[in-house]
């Protein structure tokens, strides 16, 4: 069978229309207007490029994109400052600092002084904790758009067997708790995962997030499952760079019912996926009704 191509470049841009219309309706009827500040500290070359592109969607939609560039040396002190007038400011929404920091920066302490309410990342210790527990949160970029294109896909996940391939805090695990929060029966895999290919061969939904190109072949997908490869790496083929994901794109194609490409897949939702959590963290903090189809 051929797989079906879940195309998250034309769904991100679907997303982005969607926050167009709400960003309108906010300044329209409330004279309000959603703001995203973005701190950058260092030169780090892919980095800027998202940063950059972040910036131009944010305006796009009709958005205030607030940018603050910070030398590589700038102090955790003079950082904690600049996060801390940023969540005292009214006009300021959303707050992501883009990571990775340079070395002598605590990643983990700079989140957390971000307001958890501003935090459309969705990493601030709080935000984790209330997802975990099925409270409203923000919910992390990558994963939220994970879980869009699935629910377009399937409607309703209730009772689908889920396998989420990797663990790390910022895509596998809060990714494990939307599933949960959408009844289905989820397992998250590792590379220590006794006997991974049955894991994974039971599944009617595979998330792969390990950053390890072409880990998952073709053999590991069940007949019709769907898949959504979220890895992204570079590698040399034929002479020439390659973007590929984690699944072999390939092979699974041929068994999956459904399937995201890599590029072209989950990529262009984690911007489109900020946007919205910006959207709804301006709904929330004026005590407005958030808008549908945009949230967890």
Not at 18 to 31: F, I, P
Not at 161 to 170: M, P, Q, T
Not at 261 to 269: A, E, F, K, T, Y
Request: proline residues 5%; contains cysteine; charged residues 20%.
């Amino acid at each position: 069978m051929a797989a079906n191509i879940i195309d998250g470049k034309a769904f991100a841009a679907t997303v982005r229309e969607k926050v167009a219309g709400h960003v309108a309706r906010l300044k329209e009827e409330h004279d309000i207007t959603p703001g995203l500040a973005v701190v950058l500290v260092g030169e780090d070359p892919a980095s800027q490029v998202y940063v950059r592109s972040k910036g131009k969607q944010t305006v796009e939609v009709g958005m205030n994109s607030f940018e603050h560039k910070l030398d590589a040396d700038t102090s955790e002190a003079d950082l904690l400052a600049v996060v801390d007038k940023l969540n005292n400011d009214p006009t300021v929404h959303g707050i992501l600092v883009q990571l990775p920091l340079p070395g002598h920066l605590n990643e983990d302490l700079i989140i957390n002084s971000i307001a958890p309410e501003k935090d459309v990342d969705g990493f601030h210790i709080s935000n984790v904790g209330l997802l975990g527990t099925g409270q409203k949160s923000m919910v992390p970029c990558t994963p939220l758009g994970c879980l869009m294109m699935l629910r377009d896909y399937h409607g309703s996940l209730s009772g689908m067997d889920a396998v989420v391939i990797g663990r790390s805090n910022i895509v596998g695990k809060p990714m494990a708790q939307l599933l949960l929060g959408d009844s289905c029966t989820v397992t998250i895999a590792h590379s220590r995962t006794k006997d991974l290919p049955e894991v994974v061969r039971r599944a009617d939904i595979v998330v792969a997030a390990v950053g390890r190109p072409e880990m998952v072949p073709g053999d590991w997908i069940k007949e019709g499952a769907t898949v959504i490869d979220v890895g992204i790496n570079r590698i040399e083929r034929d002479g020439k760079n390659k973007l590929v994901g984690d699944v072999d794109f390939a092979s699974a194609a041929e068994r999956a019912g459904a399937i995201t490409p890599v590029p072209g897949g989950v990529g262009p939702m984690t911007i489109a996926c900020l946007l919205a959590n910006t959207v709804t963290a301006c709904c929330r903090a004026n005590g407005l009704a958030e808008p549908e189809g945009l949230t967890a």
